[in-house]
């Protein structure tokens, strides 16, 4: 069968989490691997509420084929919100609304990106971006990452070199690391980026979950030509599959339309009336506050535990907001490797190599704190130290 499969899907590397999935699903695995937000957050009620309202207020629309863009009224939402927190004038007409933000990117792959263009991503990244470009087959160049955001001379380094067309950014609470790019940061990219005719796309999933410091503003806020992505499965349930991409270019914006009509004509009506009613009926940030406030406690924990059963042997990152933390061994150490003992002693986390586009730092790890209670959090953390020790013997 190998033979019928096109060039394209060859190119694309399979996702280190859903190979695991089966292992991690294990009841007596303590899972600090998948990035799951918290279901005992999930707006159950509120949610039923609105969805039996939609059935009640307009069945006919909302079990009907919609337009590909979205619901005038989920996508004024959507604006408004960037209005009245970031000063954006955005228009509903530059929402796009998307099954999660992973078509998001998707999408943007089929309109962008030709066989051998240069992407620049951060190093590390999220590897289900790497995966989603992959499929148009570019060439992937890493530009290193420190405590602020993208190191500025490395990419003016990149930009010099590999001239690539697309830099590709999570400034908030980045996944994998956990860091936010501070706004001075965001400032000379967006300066950069703007004066070399370079788009600049901006994944923003983890945003809204700000529990420590300061809101910083999208690139969005400091040049009109930046690409933003924003999904509702990290402030509401993922299973709800529904994102969105901001383009406030107008020809890029009918591309990314067309390419989504042949893609799946449109993303479900019902899912979009349903979550408009709920932003409609609901104090939707006193939940966004609540969410916060419970994985400031979780992350705290994981940070005491940390700091408790791994001592010096790991360096890691302390976010302001979002799911993760990322932690590097002190000594050489590839996670990789030490990815089965922790298994068989019962904890689970990612090696940190999935998420590089190049030069991987073997010896690094992703921790997601968000699906764990305190007691989960401390618990794995011991046994992660066991099997630390064990790698070492």
């Known amino acids: 069968m190998n033979e019928h499969f096109s060039e394209r899907i060859k190119q694309v590397p399979p996702s280190f989490l859903r190979k695991i999935f089966d292992i991690i699903e294990n009841d007596d695995i303590i899972s600090f691997a998948a990035g799951l937000p918290n279901p005992a957050l999930f707006p159950v009620e509120a949610f039923k509420k609105a969805a039996l309202t ?10 009907q084929y919609g337009t590909t ?32 933000s992973q078509q998001g990117l998707d999408l943007l792959g089929k309109v962008l990106i030709n066989k051998g263009d240069v992407i620049a991503t951060e190093n590390p990244t999220y590897l289900a971006a790497i995966q989603a470009f992959s499929m148009y ?20 380094k990149v930009l010099e070199e590999h001239n690539p067309k697309i830099v590709y950014t999570i400034p908030n609470f980045q996944n994998p690391t956990g860091i936010t790019y501070s706004d001075d940061v965001r400032s000379q990219i967006a300066n950069i980026v703007s004066k070399k005719d370079i788009l600049l796309i901006e994944d923003d999933p983890y945003g809204e979950i700000r529990f420590e410091g300061t ?19 990290k402030i509401i349930a993922p299973g709800l599959r529904l994102g969105w991409i901001i383009a406030r270019d107008k020809e ?21 009336h349903v979550v408009y009613r709920y932003y409609r009926d609901n104090d939707t940030q006193a939940h966004v506050n609540t969410i916060a ?50 298994i068989k002693e019962g904890v689970a986390f990612v090696p940190g190599e999935s998420f590089f586009a190049s030069n991987a730092a ?12 305190p007691e989960q959090i401390d618990e794995g953390m011991q046994r992660l130290a066991r099997a630390l020790k064990l790698y070492s013997k």
């Open 54 to 63: 939609t059935l009640e207020e307009s069945p006919e629309t909302a079990l």
């Open 69 to 100: 863009s979205g619901i005038p009224e989920l996508r004024s939402i959507i604006a408004e919100s960037y209005k009245k927190k970031d000063g954006i004038d955005i228009s509903p007409d530059q929402v796009l609304i998307t099954n999660g």
């Open 137 to 156: 087959e570019p060439q992937f160049v890493g530009i290193h990452l420190g405590i602020n955001g993208m190191d500025i001379t490395n990419l003016e």
């Open 215 to 233: 809101r910083c503003k999208p690139f969005a806020a400091h040049t009109e030509e930046a690409i933003l992505l924003g999904s509702f499965s």
């Open 252 to 272: 890029l914006y009918n591309e990314l339309t067309i390419a989504k009509q042949a893609t799946d004509l449109h993303t479900s009506t019902f899912t979009q």
């Open 293 to 342: 406030v419970q994985y400031k406690n979780q992350k705290d924990a994981m940070i005491t535990a940390l700091e408790k059963h791994l001592g010096d042997s790991v360096s890691y990152t302390n976010p302001e907001g979002g799911m993760f933390i990322w932690a590097t061994c002190k000594e050489k150490i590839d996670t990789a490797k030490l990815f089965p003992l922790a």
């Open 362 to 373: 073997k010896n690094t790890m992703r921790l997601n704190f968000t699906n764990s209670t």
